[in-house]
């Protein structure tokens, strides 16, 4: 079974109620086994001067060397304000088939989230998570709006989806594991 480590690599204390709802959700979403993982270590040297903001490529890349050798995957949940190159920020972002994602609940916990509690931003979270792992075995962005995989760049299309993936989804993740883990597990 694909292994996935969760790390909070924020600033912040964590927030464990809602790292333990993005455990639960990896594992009943993707059929992986999820842990947490409590660790100090955080991403050095990913902040940008110029635009204010923490680089997803440098976290990345960090990650993927930080991750522990059991985990496939790892997920890192972060409080910084993330940005690539080419978009004004990002609620995440993944390697694409690869081993490294990351998801931040600095634009997830917006004025709004705040006044209807803790229920809408933690579903927030869990759905950005599990979207972020998603591209990890190669899923590409889902036109089922209602899928976890569907594109999100605001917390409307956040809200409009579902924590799970879509049967299309759910068939090429089937497919991808039986490619990526062959008959060893
Ligand atoms: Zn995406
Ligand atoms: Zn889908």
Not at 144 to 167: E, F, G, P
Request: net charge negative; hydrophobic share 45%; charged share 25%.
């Amino acid at each position: 079974m694909v292994q996935v480590a969760i790390w909070w690599i924020g600033a912040a204390a964590p927030d464990e109620d809602a790292l333990e709802a993005v455990r639960a959700q990896a594992e009943r979403a993707l059929g992986v086994h999820a842990r947490l993982l409590h660790s100090p270590g955080r991403p050095v040297d990913t902040f940008d001067v110029y635009r204010q903001q923490h680089s997803t490529e440098r976290i990345l890349r960090w990650l993927d060397i930080a991750r522990p050798r059991q985990a496939h995957k790892i997920l890192g949940v972060s409080d910084a304000d993330l940005f690539t190159p080419v978009l004004a920020f990002v609620f995440g972002e993944a390697q694409l088939g690869g081993a490294a994602a990351v998801v931040s609940t600095a634009r997830l916990a917006a004025p709004e989230a705040v006044a209807h509690g803790a229920g809408p931003f933690r579903a927030r979270l869990v759905k950005e998570a599990i979207h972020e792992l998603g591209h990890t075995f190669g899923l590409i962005h889902c036109a089922h709006r209602t899928c976890v995989m569907a594109r999100s760049a605001n917390l409307a299309q956040v809200d409009a989806k579902d924590d799970l993936l879509c049967h299309d989804c759910l068939v090429r993740l089937r497919e991808a594991n039986h490619r990526g883990h062959g008959d060893h597990d």
